[in-house]
């Protein structure tokens, strides 16, 4: 079942996705039409304030919301790595699941701040959506950070940070792109054939990707071509230093991308928590002074 929603998934989405990210998608999906595919299986996790992952195996241990267990005035670092999937499997948590993990932290008096780790380059345009939902009504501080990569649907979702900084100047930034792909099985190794049929009153149904399916890329292009002004607009809505030519999917060292206002810096992940817990102390003091 989750074989069949994973390649629903990547057959229907939008993807802003860097090239780094094909093989592995590629790999999965020929992997399952081969009925070769077999995955890892994802351990439950508890995310720790130093960007670790704690396994916890015994749920009687674990409150309703995990964050409630820690330190009063803790900082949660939540990790975003590899290729952001709307859905949850075996081998990855989905982009929901990660939204309700934010949330949680959120929820929890014991979270002063929140520092979403980013190493990723994208993936399902449709992942986005409820980490945007989440992120743009934070109730706390919350960084971003870039550890290694944050490309494409990344680095949407990096934008609606309060901050964003990148572990070095070698940090890879941007590729805010989009693109579609259609898996077609060849002719040789296909483990089915599908027939498809339109009545003339349905005779757009599917016709950009019915059309890009015979080498007509045309439609598409102009579907795409949305979706990628939409996200312009997001970055330019929650960035506004970021000039436009720098978002038509390239991609840019840390060091670049600094003096493009896409980050706000270079830091350590320790010195981002310390600029965080100063930030909050200082909030705290200013409620207390009131």
């Not at 996705?17 to 081969?34: P, R, T």
């Not at 038509?248 to 003096?259: D, F, I, L, N, V």
């Amino acid at each position: 079942m989750l074989r069949q929603q994973f390649l629903n998934e990547i057959e229907s989405a939008r993807l802003m996705l860097h090239a780094s990210g094909f093989k592995s998608i590629d790999y999965v999906c020929n992997a399952i039409l081969n009925d070769s595919f077999i995955p890892e299986t994802v351990v439950p996790v508890i995310i720790s304030a130093r960007g670790e992952l704690y396994r916890e195996n015994d749920p009687e241990q674990n409150p309703e919301n995990p964050f409630d267990s820690w330190a009063s005035g803790s900082t949660a670092v939540i990790p975003v790595t590899g290729i952001m999937l709307k859905h949850g499997y075996w081998w990855t948590y989905g982009m929901d699941d990660i939204a309700s993990i934010i949330s949680m932290a959120y929820n929890s008096n014991q979270i002063d701040s929140v520092i979403v780790k980013f190493d990723t380059p994208g993936g399902n345009t449709d992942s986005l959506f409820l980490l945007q939902e989440v992120l743009s009504a934070r109730t706390k501080p919350t960084y971003g950070y870039v550890d290694g990569m944050c490309a494409s649907c990344g680095y949407i979702a990096a934008s609606y940070t309060d901050k964003i900084y990148a572990i070095n100047p070698m940090a890879r930034v941007g590729g805010v792109g989009v693109f579609a792909r259609l898996i077609v099985p060849s002719e040789k190794n296909e483990h089915y054939r599908v027939v498809d049929a339109y009545p003339p009153e349905s005779k757009d149904k599917n016709l950009p990707e019915r059309e890009l399916a015979k080498g007509n890329p045309e439609l598409i292009r102009q579907e795409l071509s949305k979706l990628a002004v939409y996200f312009q607009n997001i970055v330019k809505g929650n960035r506004p230093a970021v000039p436009g030519e720098s978002l038509t999917g390239k991609m840019y060292y840390a060091s670049e991308s600094e003096t493009l206002g896409m980050i706000d810096g270079v830091r350590t992940l320790a010195q981002v928590i310390d600029e965080l817990t100063t930030l909050t102390e200082s909030r705290k003091q200013i409620l207390f002074n009131l």
